[in-house]
């Protein structure tokens, strides 16, 4: 509902293969161990809601108060994530 009503940038910090495997479509790839040197690339969605995906939700905690902590007001984490949202059956981009 925030991609489509808020304008919502989507940031999947997966590793590589899992994004190739499939993600959200119009998603942001920054693997998670790559975040605290690559967070400046995010700068110019500052004043846009963020949506942080993960495999199960959890590691997406982490990357919220990295974004936070970096100037980010309106972040949030997709609960359950991509593998939530692939069981409940919505749309994935394969590479």
């Not at 007001?73 to 981009?93: A, H, Q, Y």
């Amino acid at each position: 509902m925030l991609i489509n009503r808020s304008d919502a940038v989507l940031l999947d910090i997966r590793e590589k293969k899992d994004f190739d495997a499939g993600h959200i479509v119009d998603s942001i790839h920054i693997p998670m161990n790559k975040l605290g040197s690559r967070i400046a690339e995010l700068d110019k969605f500052k004043a846009k809601p963020v949506i942080v995906a993960c495999r199960l939700g959890q590691q997406s905690t982490d990357a919220v108060k990295i974004l936070k902590s970096a100037g980010f007001e309106n972040v949030v984490r997709l609960s359950g994530g991509i593998t939530e949202w692939r069981s409940d059956n919505l749309p994935l981009v394969q590479k």
